[in-house]
């Protein structure tokens, strides 16, 4: 469903030229002419990569592209996703920086910074949310480390980007635009977080408890707007880790849905 990366390509386009692409844990040759050309024609700045533990080997291959075309003065290449917060150290062999925690106001702080001079060595790091990143071979901790540092804004987030010119999806055969605007169902997040600890779960490594909700008109806002993009829409998968948590909101969110949407 990739809807954190497409709320950072909503948020990011206000402030820097963005481009999203979804590889599918595929790379091939087309993959890799593909990001060659990019990486020579657009010669990005900065490469922010969403990652999972079985995409480390992926990961991996796309850094060794990037950096046979782009040195890390150059091209700064930022990790962030679940497999960051178990290993985040053991990334920076990779990556430039690592973001430890809910990662919007991370993209967001480093951009407005590199805008200031557009030279990486002029960049202030330290009062940046959520950073882990080496400086003189040390690993070293930005001054704000909250993994939870984006839940008070949290309804003041635009909307995951959908159908715009600067998604582009690979689908094992031919890379193209964002296919996905045509699909009949969508996934959405009602909230964030969870109040359980299960053993099995990534919340119990970082003994994370805090659940929040998106307030149920920002929620349906949200639909209402992806059923403008998508009248064809049948079904809506609410991905959660638990869903309805708080009763009162249940009831005001299953009132304005059979108003506004069912």
Known sequence: NHYACRLFYSILSNIADVKLFFFNSIWDKNT????????????????????????????????????????????????????????????????????????????????????????????????????????????????????????PYIDTLPFPAYGEEGICIYDGIKWQGDISIKNDFYYAFASRGCPYMCSYCINAVHKMRKITLRSPNKVIEELRAILTKNPNLKTINFIDEIFCWDGKWAKEFGRLYKEQIA
């Open 32 to 151: 890799e002419d593909f990001i060659n050309e990019y990486i020579q024609d657009e010669a990005p700045d900065l490469i922010a990569i969403s990652l999972l533990t079985f995409e480390l080997g992926l990961c991996n291959k796309l850094v060794k592209a990037v950096r046979r075309l782009r040195t890390s003065g150059e091209t700064k290449i930022i990790f962030g996703g679940p497999y960051t917060f178990l290993a985040a150290e053991s990334c920076l062999s990779i990556a430039d920086f690592v973001c430890t925690g809910e990662g919007e106001y991370t993209l967001v702080e480093i951009c407005n910074e590199f805008n200031k001079s557009k030279k990486w060595e002029n960049v202030s790091l330290d009062h940046i949310p959520n950073l882990l990143y080496l400086q003189n071979n040390y690993v070293h901790k930005s001054d704000i480390q909250d993994f939870y540092y984006s839940r």
